[in-house]
Nanobody, 129 residues
Framework: QVQLVESGGGLVQAGGSLRLSCAAS????????VGWFRQAPGKEREFVAS????????GYADFVKGRVTASKDNAKNSVYLQMVSLQPEDTAVYFC??????????????????????WGQGTQVTVFS
């Protein structure tokens, strides 16, 4: 199993940028698919991005396409979420999550919170206008 710790959240003006990081410890991180999710007050947790275990494939929610880039550095046991052109509606707690995958599925992505087994504690992103 892996332990995940997010960082990089904060307060940013609309139009600004943030880079979130997720540091993993425990098991071999290269065997894990990672997802980024967010949850705003009173709303359900929603998918933002996914990165395959080998880092070669990524998937994004429609509402962040073109504004978000997810990447995975297995050598550093870390995953990143670069966000630009942030808007107030992006305000939420952002979580990274991980799921073990076999060597046959190195490029596979997952999109539902229910498909992930390990979660970080989240990092708050607040965008003001």
């Amino acid at each position: 199993q892996v332990q995940l710790v997010e960082s990089g959240g904060g307060l940013v003006q609309a139009g600004g940028s943030l880079r979130l990081s997720c540091a993993a410890s425990g098991d071999t991180f290269s065997s894990y698919v990672v997802g980024w999710f967010r949850q705003a007050p009173g709303k359900e947790r929603e998918f933002v991005a996914s990165v395959s275990s080998n880092g070669g494939s990524t998937g994004y929610a429609d509402f962040v396409k073109g504004r978000v880039t997810a990447s995975k550095d297995n050598a550093k046991n870390s995953v990143y979420l670069q966000m630009v052109s942030l808007q107030p509606e992006d305000t939420a707690v952002y979580f990274c999550a991980a799921r073990a995958t076999s060597s046959f599925n190195r490029g596979r992505l997952y999109y539902s919170p229910a498909e992930f087994d390990y979660w970080g504690q989240g990092t708050q992103v607040t965008v003001f206008s």
